[in-house]
């Protein structure tokens, strides 16, 4: 308890009580705030650009054309997620770190560590896709397995791509 009390500058009692924030408190929160809101409005717009990307694709690629995207898109996605390798997620916790230190070249470190352990996974999953299309598009097409083959091998470029983005979000 004495551990919890010195990290926290008191009892959990003193804590609770009605305390004013200082201004820079009060700065944090409000942009905690604002970051909030810009995730919400983030989320609502892309949930319905995603609604009428759907509505219109299917129109133009029909049922079956639209089944074979979405098919091809979330392996894609899946094999994206393993191409990050966690570094985005080290990425996030190191800037942080450094940050909150303000340690500008452990931020410039913790970039290029991101950065470069992202391509290297990313390149190595890229390399899988190209390399083993063929076996995956057996595994996962119906028919038109030459097609899936195509569109797996030309969507490979996302995973290195989406990697990248990934880490640099948190710079």
Same mark, same amino acid.
């Given at each position: 308890?004495?551990?919890?009390?010195?990290?926290?500058?008191?009892?959990?009692? &003193?804590? =609770?009580?009605?305390?004013?924030?200082?201004?820079?408190?009060?700065?944090?929160?409000?942009? %905690?705030?604002?970051?909030?809101?810009?995730? %919400?409005?983030?989320?609502?717009?892309? *949930?319905?650009?995603?609604?009428?990307?759907?509505?219109?694709? !299917? *129109?133009?690629?029909? /049922?079956?054309?639209?089944?074979?995207?979405?098919? !091809?898109?979330? @392996?894609?996605?899946?094999?994206?997620?393993?191409?990050?390798?966690?570094?985005?997620? /080290?990425?996030?916790?190191?800037?942080?770190? #450094?940050?909150?230190?303000?340690?500008?070249? /452990? $931020?410039?470190?913790?970039?290029?560590?991101?950065?470069?352990? #992202?391509? %290297?996974?990313? #390149?190595? $999953?890229? /390399?899988? @896709?190209? %390399?083993?299309?063929?076996?995956?598009? &057996? !595994?996962?097409?119906?028919?038109?397995?030459?097609?899936?083959?195509?569109? =797996? *091998? $030309?969507?490979?470029?996302?995973?290195?791509?989406?990697?990248?983005?990934?880490?640099? *979000?948190?710079?």
């Amino acid at each position: 308890m004495a551990d919890s009390e010195d990290q926290l500058g008191g009892s959990p009692e &003193d804590i =609770l009580e009605d305390q004013p924030l200082s201004k820079e408190a009060q700065a944090d929160v409000r942009t %905690i705030a604002k970051g909030g809101g810009i995730q %919400i409005a983030g989320q609502l717009s892309q *949930r319905g650009f995603a609604f009428f990307f759907v509505a219109i694709a !299917v *129109r133009f690629l029909g /049922a079956a054309g639209y089944g074979v995207y979405r098919k !091809v898109s979330q @392996i894609l996605n899946d094999l994206s997620q393993l191409g990050l390798g966690g570094f985005n997620f /080290a990425s996030m916790r190191f800037i942080a770190r #450094a940050r909150a230190r303000q340690d500008h070249g /452990a $931020v410039r470190g913790a970039v290029r560590v991101g950065l470069w352990g #992202a391509t %290297i996974s990313s #390149a190595i $999953v890229f /390399a899988g @896709i190209e %390399i083993w299309a063929r076996p995956l598009a &057996d !595994v996962f097409a119906d028919k038109d397995v030459e097609f899936v083959t195509f569109l =797996l *091998r $030309v969507g490979a470029a996302y995973v290195p791509l989406f990697a990248m983005v990934q880490v640099l *979000r948190y710079c």
